[in-house]
């Protein structure tokens, strides 16, 4: 009788701990498809039109709110047609307008060059060739396309699954490390590099990593800008005055970023043109990679 007990209550057990797995997938599942509809709102892409459209519905739920005034939304209205006609944006609504930067229509347009020079095939045929005026994300594929055709020499790295506890990814943190760290001097503890920003990529949003910090007990720290960081809050870090504190905006650390899979573009120097070419004949990130990417 009590062996027969035992086993009851071993297979009691398993099938608790069986059920509560079942639970816990359930709730995970769930929380996902929450936060995926979350950053679809948040970002205008829940199949609420192109991104003009998108761009002024956003600003209208911000008059709606009071978080807008009305003159703020007429000036931003005609800034944002300013810059689809010219095809750039001189950087109003970001931290600084020292530089002109391509806007969003135009980098997509600069995509599709980049696909009609013969990069990507793959990832093409995915979008039907067509990115221009869509709703559609761009992502690591398209950013190594569009670097690539301009002849900046970059690579992806996929961390495609965990390699840490709680599922962060340690590894990805080393990686960036290294990175950054090639051109450091020993002994500074700031150090100015000549590194380009790092393209973080991410079911369904993406981040520039501007920097790391390594602290005193080797913990490492990602520095990165957040499209979805209010700009009022990114202007703070231009005061002269900055105590430093509006630097936690910008702080990840390893158990910030847990999803399961990330990319990363990393720039490595300029492209000849026999390289450019070559890189175009070898598109060899082209249906394994995307395939990787479509499945995240």
């Known amino acids: 009788m009590l062996v027969c007990g035992n086993i009851r209550d071993l297979e009691l057990a398993q099938w608790l701990q069986t059920e509560e797995d079942k639970r816990q997938r359930s709730e995970e ?7 995926f509809k979350k950053l679809q709102r948040q970002y205008g892409l829940d199949n609420s039109g192109g991104y003009k459209q998108q761009f002024l519905k956003n600003m209208e739920r911000e008059v709606d709110r009071g978080k807008m005034q009305p003159f703020e939304y007429h000036r931003r209205k005609a800034d944002m047609m300013e810059c689809l006609a010219f095809g750039i944006d001189d950087g109003k609504t970001k931290t600084s307008d020292t530089m002109s930067i391509p806007s969003i229509p135009k980098i997509q347009s600069m995509i599709e060059d980049a696909w009609k020079e013969g990069f990507d095939p793959h990832g093409a045929s995915h979008f039907n060739n067509r990115l221009h005026g869509s ?3 761009i992502g690591a594929c398209e950013i190594y396309s569009l670097l690539t055709n301009l002849r900046i020499k ?6 495609h699954k965990p ?3 709680m599922g962060t990814h340690p590894r990805l943190f080393e990686w960036i490390l290294r990175y950054y760290s090639t051109d450091s ?3 500074a503890k700031v150090v100015c590099t000549s590194k380009a920003p790092i393209y973080l990529q991410h079911q369904g949003h993406s981040r520039t990593i501007v920097g790391i910090e390594e602290k005193k007990n ?3 720290c990602l520095l990165l800008f957040d499209p979805g960081c209010p700009s009022q809050e990114m202007q703070k870090l231009l005061k002269q005055n900055n105590d430093g504190t509006s630097l936690k905006l910008l702080r990840k650390f ?5 999803e399961k899979q990330y990319q990363i573009v990393a720039v490595d120097g ?3 043109l026999e390289e450019k070419t070559a890189k175009m004949e070898d598109n060899s990130f082209g249906p394994y990679y995307y395939n990787k990417m479509s499945n995240v």
Not at 29 to 35: A, I, L
Not at 254 to 258: D, E, R
């Open 185 to 187: 001097e020993g002994g």
């Open 29 to 35: 599942e769930k929380r996902e498809r929450e936060e």
């Open 163 to 165: 390699t840490g506890p």
């Open 218 to 220: 080797r913990t490492l």
């Open 270 to 272: 300029v492209l000849s």
């Open 135 to 137: 709703k559609a994300w």
């Open 154 to 159: 970059c690579q992806i790295i996929d961390f």
């Open 254 to 258: 390893v158990g910030s970023l847990k």
